[in-house]
């Protein structure tokens, strides 16, 4: 199983930013995809956005409450993916997990990093 570990949460007021990070190591395959979910207090794990670079469907999704305000980025050389958050309201308040997914078996998940957006 990949070692998933993601930083740059923390408190932000309305229109500010942040940017999170994420690492993955310890495969010794080929990572076919990186990309960040979010889960706000009693509400569903939901995606945010993934960048997939292998196979059909390759390329960069996003959720639509994100479009035009949050950019993912990705290393492929150092197994790196990176969330630039603009624009924040505090409806993006949640846990923020980086998931890593390999050509067969289930998905990696981080255990998260906290993002609080005040109003």
């Known amino acids: 199983q990949v070692q998933v570990v993601e930083s740059g949460g923390g408190l932000a007021q309305a229109g500010g930013s942040l940017r999170l990070s994420c690492a993955a190591s310890?495969?010794?395959?080929?990572?076919?995809?990186m990309g960040w979910y979010r889960q706000a207090p009693g509400k569903e794990r939901e995606l945010v956005a993934y960048?997939?670079?292998?196979?059909?469907?390759?390329?960069?999704k996003y959720a639509v409450f994100v479009k035009g305000r949050f950019t993912i980025s990705r290393d492929n050389a150092k197994n790196m993916v990176y969330l630039e958050m603009n624009g924040l309201k505090p409806e993006d308040t949640a846990v923020y997990y980086c998931?890593?997914?390999?050509?067969?078996?289930?998905?990696?998940w981080g255990q998260g990093t906290r993002v609080t957006v005040s109003a």
């Open positions: 998931n890593v997914r390999l050509p067969f078996g289930s998905p990696c």
């Open positions: 310890g495969s010794m395959f080929d990572i076919n995809g």
């Open positions: 960048i997939t670079n292998r196979g059909v469907g390759a390329g960069t």
